[in-house]
C-alpha cells in the first residue's frame, strides 16, 4: 500500500524544501507526488538556456490567461514548473528574499508569526551565501546564492548611473539594505543552476524515508472533514497515496487554489455550481491572485561589447561547448548581474520599483531586437492593487483552471508604469552611459505623452511570472483566509497549503527565495516545534522616505 506519514503534492520551491526538513531526523516517512519528469539535461541546467524550458510543453504546465480586458484582451502566457524542482527549475534563477516591510505587512494582516523578524532565521537556515552581508546572509544552508561576474562594462554603467541621479547603492540587497543600485543575485552554483532540485530533493531521496512518486494529482481525499490521502492517476491507472499524519499542497499559486476546490474546499456556490460536494465553504480559495508585471526598455549601443554579438548559431555553439565541458563562460550565469530597488516617490517607505538589467536588446523569443548592439533594464512596480483569481473550467481535474489576472485594472497601476519608464530614461541619460548609449529603440523617441506611453504599456507590458495569493494565510476567524499562520487549511484536519499561493500579498522581487523560505518555515510548524528564534536586526530604511524618491 501506498502510504507515508506526510504526503506533498509538488516538487517545487516549497515543496521540495519539505520533503528535506521533514524527512531530516529520519522519524518520518515522506511522499513527494509529481507530475512532472525530470530536470536532467542542458536545457534546464545551463543557466543561459533559461528562456527555452520556460517555453517547452515537456517542462510547463502550459497555463495562460483570459484574454485581459485592460490590456486590449490579450493573453499571457503563465507558466509553472511541470518538472521535478517546480518553478525552481524554468525560472530566471534571480534570487531575491523581498524586503522587511513586506513581511511585517503579512502579520498587520493576520499572518501572525510571519513577520521579517520571524522569517529572517529562515532564511538564513536555507542559504548558503557567497558575498552577501556578514551578519545577515545564512552560510551553510543547501541553497547556493552567488553574485554574476560583471566582467561586461555596462554592468558598473547601470550602477554608477543609478549613484549619478542620485540613488543609493546597495552592496546586497538581500542583507540590510535593499534599496539602491547594486548586484544581482543568482541561484547558481559551480555553474550550473540551483534549483530546490539540486538543491534539496536530491539530497532528500537520498534517505529511506523519502519518495518521489510520478502521478497527476486529482484531488484531497477528505474522510470526515480529515484528509486521508491524495487521489493520483498514474500509468492509466486512478489509485488512492494515504497519508498517516497530513497531506500537504504544494503544487503552486495556480494548482494549489484547483486542487482545494476539486477537493471541496472553497467558494460553495462555485463548487455547486460544478457538481463538487462541499467539504469546506472558503470564498478565499482562488481570490487575490497577484503578480509582478515588467516592461523592457531597449537602447542601442554605439559599441560592440554586448551579447547581440553572440546570438548567432557559431557563438552559441561555442558557449555551450566551454559550459559542458566546464560549467564556465557565457553558459554560466543568466545574464542578470546588476539590479535596483527604488521608491517611486517621496513618501513611500520602502522601494516599490526593481530593476533587472542585462547588456542585451532581446526578444521574448530570444531573437535580437537591436540592428547591431543594445542593453535594457526590465522595470516594473512591485505592488499593484490589482487582483485576480483562479477558478475551475469544469470538474475535469485535466481541465485547465480558469485564470483572470484583471492585470492594470487599478488605475494607480497605469501611473506607476509611466514613472518606471520615465525613470528609466532618466538612468539611462546619465554620463554612465554616454560612451555606450544610441538611440532608444523601445519605446522609441517619439513616444512621450501620457497617452502614447499608455498605449506602449497596454501592448508591451509582460508578466514578470510571480503569481501568488490565492490560497491567502490569515487569521482563523477571517472568512476570506484559507490557511491559519500555521498553513492548516481553516476547517479540514490534516491538510496543509505551503508554497506563494498563502502568501497575503506578493513580496518585492521574485518569489523563488519567499516561496523556498515558506517551505523551511512550515516544516517546522507542521512536525510541532517551536519556530527559530525571531531576529532583533533592524533593516536600513531611508531616513529621506518621507521628502525624497532618493
Not at 534517505?207 to 497527476?216: A, T
Not at 489509485?239 to 486542487?259: C, F, G
Request: glycine residues 10%; charged residues 20%.
Amino acid at each position: 500500500m501506498q502510504e507515508a506519514d506526510f504526503v506533498i503534492i509538488g516538487s517545487g520551491s516549497a515543496g521540495s524544501a519539505m520533503a528535506y526538513r521533514l524527512s531530516e531526523d529520519g522519524k518520518h516517512s515522506v511522499i513527494v507526488i509529481e507530475f512532472g519528469g525530470t530536470d536532467a539535461g542542458p536545457l534546464i541546467q545551463m543557466p543561459s538556456a533559461l528562456s527555452i524550458p520556460m517555453n517547452m510543453a515537456r517542462y510547463d504546465w502550459g497555463f495562460s490567461s483570459e484574454p485581459e480586458p485592460h490590456l486590449g484582451g490579450r493573453v499571457l502566457v503563465t507558466p509553472r514548473g511541470k518538472v521535478i524542482g517546480g518553478s525552481s527549475s524554468i525560472n530566471g534563477m534571480v534570487y531575491v528574499r523581498g524586503h522587511a516591510h513586506d513581511f511585517d505587512h503579512w502579520a498587520e494582516q493576520g499572518a501572525a508569526g510571519w513577520s521579517y523578524a520571524d522569517v529572517l532565521p529562515y532564511f538564513k537556515r536555507m542559504e548558503n551565501s557567497h558575498g552577501g552581508e556578514d551578519g545577515w546572509r545564512g552560510a551553510s544552508g543547501p541553497l547556493h546564492v552567488q553574485r554574476g561576474p560583471r566582467t561586461n562594462p555596462l554592468y558598473a554603467a547601470f550602477v554608477e548611473a543609478g549613484r549619478q541621479a542620485g540613488f543609493e547603492l546597495t552592496d546586497d540587497y538581500n542583507g540590510s539594505k535593499q534599496e539602491g543600485f547594486g548586484p544581482m543575485e543568482q541561484t547558481i552554483h559551480n555553474g550550473r543552476r540551483w534549483s530546490v532540485a539540486n538543491a534539496y530533493l536530491r539530497p532528500a531521496l537520498k534517505r529511506q524515508n523519502v519518495r518521489l512518486i510520478s502521478g497527476f494529482a486529482r484531488r484531497v481525499v477528505i474522510e470526515n472533514q480529515r484528509a486521508a490521502g491524495v487521489e493520483i492517476e498514474a500509468r492509466g491507472q486512478v489509485q488512492v497515496i494515504r497519508a498517516r499524519r497530513e497531506v500537504i499542497v504544494a503544487a503552486s499559486s495556480i494548482n494549489s487554489p484547483k486542487l482545494l476546490m476539486m477537493s471541496g474546499i472553497g467558494p460553495a456556490r462555485h463548487l455547486k455550481d460544478n457538481g463538487i460536494a462541499v467539504v469546506a465553504d472558503r470564498p478565499g480559495v482562488g481570490a487575490n491572485l497577484q503578480d509582478h508585471l515588467e516592461l523592457y526598455i531597449q537602447q542601442e549601443a554605439t559599441r560592440p561589447i554586448t551579447l547581440n554579438s553572440v546570438l548567432n548559431p557559431f557563438s552559441k555553439a561555442l558557449i555551450g561547448a566551454r559550459w559542458m565541458f566546464f560549467k564556465t563562460g557565457l553558459g554560466a550565469t543568466n545574464h542578470f548581474e546588476a539590479a535596483a530597488f527604488v521608491r517611486s516617490r517621496a513618501g513611500v517607505d520602502y522601494p516599490d520599483i526593481q530593476y533587472h538589467f542585462i547588456p542585451a536588446a532581446v526578444r521574448y523569443d530570444g531573437k535580437s531586437a537591436a540592428k547591431s548592439h543594445g542593453f535594457q533594464a526590465h522595470v516594473g512596480p512591485m505592488r499593484s492593487k490589482s487582483r485576480g483569481s483562479v477558478t475551475l473550467r469544469s470538474p475535469d481535474p485535466k481541465d485547465k483552471p480558469v485564470i483572470r489576472f484583471n492585470y492594470m485594472s487599478h488605475p494607480d497601476d497605469w501611473s506607476d508604469f509611466r514613472h518606471c519608464i520615465r525613470l528609466t530614461r532618466e538612468i539611462f541619460g546619465q554620463a554612465a552611459f554616454d560612451p555606450y548609449r544610441g538611440e532608444e529603440i523601445s519605446p522609441g523617441r517619439s513616444v512621450q505623452s501620457d497617452a502614447e506611453l499608455d498605449g506602449f504599456i497596454r501592448n508591451h507590458v509582460e508578466s514578470a511570472f510571480h503569481p501568488c495569493g490565492t490560497c491567502r494565510m490569515g487569521r482563523k476567524d477571517d472568512a476570506t483566509a484559507v490557511v491559519d499562520p500555521e498553513c492548516r487549511v481553516i476547517g479540514v484536519d490534516g491538510l496543509r497549503v505551503a508554497d506563494s499561493s498563502i502568501f497575503p500579498r506578493v513580496t518585492n522581487g521574485n518569489l523563488n527565495g519567499p516561496s523556498i523560505m515558506t517551505g523551511e518555515k512550515a516544516s517546522d510548524h507542521i512536525l510541532g516545534r517551536t519556530p527559530l528564534a525571531p531576529s532583533n536586526q533592524e533593516p536600513w530604511i531611508n531616513p529621506r522616505w518621507q521628502t525624497s524618491d532618493r
